[in-house]
């Protein structure tokens, strides 16, 4: 039964390639400018008017001010927070608190111990992840026993190895960006494949 997030959407084409793929999550990398997928807060908002309605809009925070996240949260421009920097408990309790709206929180997973302190966080879903976010490596999947809480799986994740890592690990979703791109820009094409892909398994 797994899902689906298309992640680091910058442009009106990427919004239509996702509109006519019809995946259950986009992600967009906000206020990041270390990342070549980076979109301020103002274009956000105009991109996501034109999402479908039944994809709901992920944002991805590094490090921010607690503010960000939650002023696009409160004012429904995205759906759903997901932390990828070196956000702790803390940080995720206080957003809880503030508003109750999801949270995913991004970890990276060297050691059994990385996932075994993802599955203790107060976050509504985990994204285990091989580093960064946007590299295109895999991690070690061995590493992942059963998990009884819904994860997102990322890092790495293409046409030739998805169908393998739904099977083998069972997340309850999975999160492409790099090999869905040519050239920096997302492709239309590959986007529709991955999610058919996806679909075989809901």
């Known amino acids: 039964m797994s899902k689906i997030k298309i992640c680091g959407l910058t442009r009106e084409e990427d919004i239509e390639a996702v509109n006519a793929a019809c995946p259950d999550f986009c ?16 274009r956000l908002r105009e991109l996501v008017k034109g999402l479908e309605q039944s994809i709901i809009p992920v944002g991805v925070f590094v490090d921010a001010p607690m503010e960000l996240p939650l002023r696009l949260l409160e004012e429904g421009t995205i759906g759903v927070a997901q932390l990828h920097g070196h956000e702790d408990e803390e940080y995720v309790r206080e957003l809880h608190r503030r508003i109750d709206k999801p949270v995913i929180k991004a970890f990276s997973v060297k050691t059994g111990d990385d996932i075994k302190r ?7 879903y985990i994204l285990l992840d091989q580093g960064n976010g946007g590299t295109g490596k895999t991690f070690d999947w061995g590493l992942v026993p059963e998990i009884e809480r819904p994860f997102f799986l990322a890092g790495g994740l293409g046409m030739d190895n998805l169908e393998l890592a739904i099977r083998q690990v069972k997340p309850w979703a999975v999160d492409l960006s790099s090999s869905l791109e040519i050239e920096g820009k997302k492709d239309p094409d590959r986007i529709s494949k991955a999610v058919e892909i996806v679909r075989k398994f809901t």
């Open 27 to 42: 992600g967009f990398v906000i206020e990041f400018p270390k990342s070549s997928r980076c979109v301020s807060s103002g």
């Open 118 to 124: 993802a599955c203790e966080s107060s976050a509504d």
